[in-house]
Structures are given as structure tokens and as C-alpha cells.
């Protein structure tokens, strides 16, 4: 199946780019504060990333990935990856596996319409194919 997965390919293309997650890592949808929602252009910058399902960390640069994985295998990384992150606690154990499910159809959605090889951008809930600069 397609999935995202962190890349440094197009690093820099960007003004603000950051990359703190590991090159090949499965990635999340990571939640947006209320900061980059309100003020996109001065906020933290989370509104722009994607978060590592291994690192815990960041990246604003995702790559469409054809990988062999089943989607019991996906969800099982999502699961484990939210529980060590914290977001996953037993007080809210009836959410998690909608929080699972919305998290494995979020990352469905945005990488099944795309080519292998696609690199893909966030700006808060919009993310779009991204084409690098020609060079010059
Ligand atoms: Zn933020």
C-alpha cells in the first residue's frame, strides 16, 4: 500500500523547511495548535509537518512510498507510535481505535491518489503535491 514516509528530498525548497525526523520513517498527521491555526505565517511551524511514527519528531517534507506493509501492520504502528507518545492513555481508551482508524484513513487518503516518489506538503489541513523549482 502507499504510505508517507520522511524524506530529505526538497529540503530547503521551502522558506522555513525543517527535517528532524529519520529519512524513511512512517509518518502521521500530526495535530495543528492553535497558534498555526489562528496565525499560519507566525505560529510554530506545526502546521507545516508531518510527525515520525518512530522518532516522534518532524519533517515538513513527506514522500508517497509503496511499501509492503499490510494495513494491520500500519495500524499497529500508528497504535504503538500515539501510546509511547502519550496520546493514548486509559482514561480515553473508547477513542483509540477511532483515533487509530481516522489516523490510518487520513494517511490513505492523502497518499493513495499519488505516484510512488510524490513529495507532499502541509499548510494546517490542505496538503498538496508539491513540484520543486526548476533549477536555474
Ligand atoms: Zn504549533
Known sequence: MKVLVATSRTQGDVEGDYSFCVPGELLWITMVCD???LYPERGCGCGRG???LT??????????????????QLRLAV???LTDQGWLVPETAE???ELVAETVDLIHEIAEPLPAGTIVRRWIDDFHAF???APR
Open 35 to 37: 497558534t498555526d491555526r
Open 79 to 81: 497504535t504503538t507510535s
Open 55 to 72: 522518532s516522534h519528531r518532524a519533517t515538513t517534507t513527506a514522500e508517497v512510498a509503496e511499501l509492503d506493509i499490510t494495513e494491520t
Open 95 to 97: 477513542l483509540h481505535h
Open 131 to 133: 513540484q520543486p523549482p
Open 50 to 52: 508531518f510527525g515520525g
